[in-house]
């Protein structure tokens, strides 16, 4: 079998496809680079307000097939991004399982608390494919209507990520009690973690089933994790989700963005079933392009806030990433998401800066 930079490659006509993204994620370096953006889909576009409106509440939106479908395409048909990924939420997967969980306008997720081992029990247990079907359906639509160059991503949570979420309850500055039932309970807190990479590895399979090409799993509080536990909560579980979901689709790449994990990032690039390693804001582009770049595609990492400033600052960044990045499998992305008060022209004008760069 072919291999880039050390890595199995599923050549061209397994792939059946020339779609950029694609192509980056078995190890190809294409110009331009193929782009798009977390959370492209969202409150900054007017479009996106309107159906949000009419959905109701934001679960509602997440799991009316329909709806998804038309907020996931709305960001392709404004800019012609290299990518979409389904609108969905990484607590759906807790919601499949049992726990509360509902979205408060200014504040956030709320979720009941999951605390000890003993609460571990109010969790249902089975497949959450089960629960989700209407995610799946939304994945169906989209790949139906998507344009031929443009590949769509499934997404979960890691499970670090989505526990921090479920023991804390919402969002949280300092995880006291994730990392306080962690360190007290490693085994307790280690039920919580295989649970969720159960319940990913079959969410993740069941999107690529209805047509998602690539997934992404965000760890999304990568940085939040303990350097003595950073091996068994973090990078293992996302180490054996990914092993998963290759055995069961061999040909689907893989992205893991572990935000905040610094120098961490390595380890999960040089992994065999990591295909892409996204970095974030406070990485640099030219350490990412000498120490991910020889193991796996780099995904990032402009800053979300320039694309709220536009301008030259904005054209001169992304020139300077394309430079920095774009000799070996690059995407280009964001440090994190796209931010509510993004202009949507100032997308529109990154899209055109990362051709022009590339050019």
């Given at each position: 079998?072919?291999a880039v ?28 680079p ?9 409150r900054?576009?007017p479009?996106?307000r ?15 097939p ?12 404004r800019?012609?991004?290299?990518a ?8 759906v ?19 009941s608390?999951?605390r ?41 949570g890691?499970?670090?990520?989505v ?28 039920q ?28 999304s ?9 950073f ?18 689709h ?29 970095i ?51 995407v280009?992305n ?13 997308v ?12």
């Amino acid at each position: 079998m072919l291999a880039v930079n050390g890595k199995p490659v599923i050549r061209e006509s397994v792939i059946g496809t020339d779609k950029p993204l694609l192509r980056v994620l078995r190890g190809e370096t294409v110009s331009p680079p193929p782009l798009w953006l977390m959370r492209q889909a969202g409150r900054y576009l007017p479009e996106y307000r309107v159906v949000r409106q009419e959905a109701g509440s934001f679960l509602d939106l997440c799991y009316d097939p329909a709806l998804a479908c038309e907020v996931t395409l709305q960001p392709i048909r404004r800019f012609h991004l290299g990518a979409a990924i389904i609108f969905s939420d990484i607590l759906v997967v807790p919601h499949a399982m049992g726990q509360e969980v509902s979205f408060v306008e200014g504040k956030g997720p709320v979720l009941s608390a999951v605390r000890s081992t003993a609460e571990l029990k109010t969790l249902s247990d089975g497949p959450v494919r089960d629960r989700l079907a209407p995610v799946y359906e939304a994945i169906r639509r989209v790949r139906a209507e998507l344009p031929a160059d443009v590949a769509l991503i499934g997404f979960a949570g890691a499970p670090w990520t989505v526990a921090s979420y479920m023991v804390e309850g919402a969002s949280s500055r300092d995880f006291a009690y994730l990392k306080g039932w962690a360190w007290r309970d490693r085994a307790g807190f280690g039920q919580l973690i295989d649970r969720l990479t159960a319940a990913t590895i079959d969410h993740l399979c069941a999107q690529v089933e209805a047509g998602a090409e690539v997934v992404q799993l965000f760890e999304s509080w990568a940085g939040a994790v303990p350097d003595a536990l950073f091996e068994a909560f973090c990078f293992r579980p996302v180490v054996r989700i990914a092993e998963a979901v290759k055995k069961a689709h061999p040909s689907v790449p893989l992205i893991v963005f572990p935000r905040g994990a610094g120098a961490r990032s390595v380890d999960f690039a040089r992994h065999p079933a990591v295909d892409a390693v996204g970095i974030d804001t406070s990485q640099s582009a030219g350490w990412a392009a000498a120490e991910i770049q020889p193991h796996a595609a780099v995904q990032g990492n402009l800053d979300p806030v320039l694309l709220i400033q536009g301008g030259r600052a904005l054209r001169d960044e992304a020139e300077r990433l394309v430079r920095a990045l774009g000799k070996g499998p690059f995407v280009f992305n964001l440090g994190h998401g796209v931010l509510p008060t993004t202009p949507a022209d100032h997308v529109a004008e990154l899209v055109d800066a990362v051709r022009r760069a590339a050019g």
